[in-house]
């Protein structure tokens, strides 16, 4: 080997490299595109190899983990008052719902009840997190589609939501305001009164994006008959959420799981729609907005007075035990498998993230389709990248 | 000639040439800072350009001394000439468009007797500019773009063309000088007051022209090409600086000169009541002003679409101008026909 000089060595590997990718360069049964991890429709760092044909996708992969931050591992060595911090940031933009299933399986292990003043107040700031979630994801999909205007619209309109929560719990993406046993603090003074102006700036809102995006007739061309889900399919694949209820199935955790929350108290309804394509994820969506809204303002109205907080040790030790608690939250269902060995912290804790499921329908639905397409599907599939990755 | 001193031939040309060299940037910035800077912002509820000047005025000289900073980049393997020729072709088509428009019986760099043959012609240059801006970019999301371009172009420079015809045949004139004498000679029933304008007779083919005009500046509802949520930027996705800033100019100085070829042809032009047809002082002065105005009325139609609608695609496109566009052009130049001949 020493007898060959090393230049000369060098120039036959990279000679070997340069015929490979000749070789490649000459196949000519379609063209890999990679649609990611930096590409402005997966809104993160999702990565989605695709086989084209011309415009046609003849198979799609997504590939996930750019932006894994190992929540899981984390939360095991804190206790649990200092994990709600952390859980914030898994669906950043509905943060209050990532907490409270969490809160509530350690309040399951502890069998602690919250008072019945903190459950409404959970209910209401969950729906609120819904609607600030679900509103930036109507005004995107117009993005996505081409129409600008939209999104300008849905950040205007959240606000009104955010600076509610902000308002408050203190925080506008991440609250950390659910605690074992009830919540940080009561509401303050005049709260009530001006959430339900921002229900009715929602509900316009709503209104609006009915007009401008649901009722054009481009944005229908796009979105119907696009990435049709069947319900058989959407269950096999584990589906949850809007995405769901899209595809015909009637299932939702707040009202299909006994005694969670205030949401057994209030009248409203579990939208579906029989079709499963884009357009039926949008219109789903949409009036799940305005739901939570309604949801939001009857909530209000029957607020119970009394304690926020229940009879907690001040130092928290959640008895050894196992619990599973998941809710209905913006995306999917959410929940958490908490693991406890009588410590401080939990000894492990999986969290069961929505968008994680919804994703990996993505090979099977977007085979056939065109690259236009596939943008409109990613953006009705609707994930948040930290709701992947953890 | 308005001028009291005779030129020479190469004076004049090059007055010409030095007179389209400043209108083109400079309309192009008043496209840009009044549409994509303000009224945009407005719609979207948002301010815009605030900062920089009264109101923001001065944004884009702050926008072009930063592009003309930053360096120009090549990807490795780029074809370097076409790839550096390309924004300089989609400028050409641009600044080619400028020559025949005519904005005072005296104020057009060339008043050429096929004149609105020749601007949709040129107009069409631009398409291969960014066809080899796709192919030379070496990046798979460019080639799709310039590739989308080309598709598009069969799409809609059919009705473009299909909806100038009514308006050529209802003058009489390909000339767009000729053009505005016609409207402002005619007469609507008897009635000459204002002249008359095409488009009380061709609102067909002034809507027509502007789906096409839409097409035609790669701008939503079809903007395939250029798609920033599919295709990141489509053709632009290689370019830096100053070529980016070309293909800029080009595309907005385009949407002004595609805007004051509608209000050429169906607005009557520079031509409001009270002017000179003829000439004069008077008319070359105020007729650039009334273009001008016209020009934005229709810029802002075109504008006000392409911030609402979202995108069709590609496929979409082309049936939509096949099955509906096209049949319908072919429509309203028989019926132009048929009543050019009844009346």
Redesign the interface.
């Known amino acids: 080997m020493s007898a060959v000089p090393q230049n000369q060595q060098r120039a036959y590997v990279s000679g070997q490299a340069a015929d490979a990718r000749v070789n490649v360069e000459l196949e000519t049964d379609g063209?890999t595109?990679n649609i990611g991890p930096q590409?402005?429709?997966t809104h993160g760092t999702l990565r989605i190899i695709t086989r084209l044909d011309g415009?046609q996708v003849i198979s799609a992969e997504p590939v996930m983990g750019y932006m894994h931050r190992g929540y899981e591992k984390l939360v095991e060595v804190r206790t649990y008052p200092q994990i709600t911090t952390l859980i914030n940031r898994i669906d950043w933009l509905g943060s209050f719902a990532n907490e409270v299933p969490f809160i509530l399986a350690a309040e399951q292990l502890m069998e602690i009840e919250a008072p019945p003043r903190a459950q409404w107040i959970r209910t209401v700031l969950f729906e609120m997190s819904r609607i600030a979630n679900i509103t930036l994801f109507l005004g995107d999909m117009?993005?996505?589609?081409?129409?600008?205007?939209a999104v300008?619209?849905a950040f205007?309109d959240r606000e009104h939501v955010l600076n509610q929560i902000e308002a408050a719990t203190g925080g506008r993406f991440h609250p950390n305001y659910d605690r074992i046993g009830g919540l940080k603090e009561d509401l303050p003074k005049g709260w009530v009164a001006e959430t339900k102006s921002a229900m009715d700036k929602v509900r316009r809102f709503c209104d609006e994006m009915e007009t401008?995006?649901l009722g054009?007739e481009?944005?229908e061309?796009?979105a119907r008959g696009i990435g049709v889900i069947p319900a058989e399919i959407a269950l096999n694949y584990g589906l949850s959420g809007a995405n769901l209820r899209a595809s015909g199935v009637d299932w939702d955790l707040r009202r299909d799981s006994p005694n969670l929350l205030a949401w057994s108290e209030v009248d409203w309804k579990v939208w579906t729609h029989p079709d499963g394509d884009s357009f039926a994820r949008y219109w789903v969506r949409l009036q799940e907005t305005r739901e939570a809204a309604n949801i939001v303002d009857q909530l209000l109205d029957g607020l119970p007075s009394g304690p926020i907080m229940a009879k907690v040790p001040r130092i928290i030790k959640v008895p050894a035990g196992e619990a599973w608690v998941s809710t209905e939250n913006p995306l999917g269902e959410m929940g958490y498998y908490v693991v406890s060995k009588g410590d401080l912290g939990p000894f492990r804790v999986k969290i069961r993230t929505p968008s994680f499921n919804n994703i990996s329908i993505v090979p099977w639905v977007m085979k056939g389709v065109?690259?236009?397409?596939?943008?409109t599907i990613l953006a009705s599939l609707y994930f948040i990248l930290g709701d992947i990755d953890r | 000639m308005i001028l009291a001193v005779e030129l020479a031939y190469w004076q004049l040309l090059l007055i010409k040439v030095l007179a389209v060299m400043v209108i083109v940037p400079t309309a192009t910035a008043v496209i840009v800072q009044t549409f994509l800077f303000k009224m945009?912002a407005h719609?979207?509820?948002?301010l815009g350009p605030m900062e920089a000047g009264p109101h923001g005025a001065l944004q884009l000289l702050a926008d072009g001394g930063k592009f003309l900073q930053k360096e120009l980049l090549a990807p490795d393997r780029a074809d370097r000439r076409v790839f550096f020729l390309a924004p300089a072709v989609v400028l050409l088509s641009t600044f080619l468009l400028f020559v025949v428009i005519p904005a005072g019986p005296n104020v057009v760099a060339e008043d050429l007797d096929i004149g609105i043959f020749f601007a949709l012609a040129v107009s069409s240059i631009s398409v291969l500019g960014i066809l080899m801006a796709g192919w030379a970019s070496a990046n798979?999301?460019a080639l799709?773009g310039g590739l989308r371009a080309a598709g598009q172009l069969i799409a809609y420079e059919l009705p473009l063309v299909l909806a100038v015809v009514g308006v050529v045949i209802q003058a009489g004139e390909l000339s767009l000088q000729g053009i505005v004498r016609a409207q402002a000679e005619g007469a609507i029933f008897g009635v000459g007051l204002i002249g008359q304008p095409f488009i009380f007779t061709q609102f067909i083919g002034f809507a027509l022209f502007l789906v096409a005009t839409q097409a035609e500046l790669t701008q939503?509802?079809f903007?395939?090409p250029i798609?920033?949520?599919?295709?990141?930027a489509g053709y632009q996705v290689e370019y830096s600086g100053l070529q980016f800033l070309f293909f800029y100019l080009g595309e907005f100085g385009a949407a002004f000169a595609f805007s004051a070829l509608a209000a050429t042809m169906f607005l009557g032009g520079w031509y409001v009541p009270g002017l000179d047809v003829d000439g004069g002082l008077i008319s070359n002065l105020v007729g650039p002003a009334v273009l001008f105005v016209k020009t934005m009325l229709v810029a802002f139609l075109i504008f006000w679409i392409r911030?609402?609608?979202?995108?069709?695609?590609?496929?979409?496109l082309q049936t939509f101008a096949w099955k509906f566009l096209i049949p319908l052009a072919l429509v309203n130049i028989l019926a132009t026909g048929v009543f050019k001949v009844v009346f």
């Open positions: 063209m595109l590409h402005p429709a415009e117009g993005v996505q589609l081409g129409a600008i205007t300008f619209y205007r401008l995006l054009n481009i944005f061309t796009r065109y690259v236009p397409d596939v943008i | 945009m719609m979207q509820s948002r798979k999301y799709m939503p509802p903007d395939m798609a920033e949520s599919e295709l990141v911030f609402t609608y979202p995108r069709l695609r590609e496929d979409q």
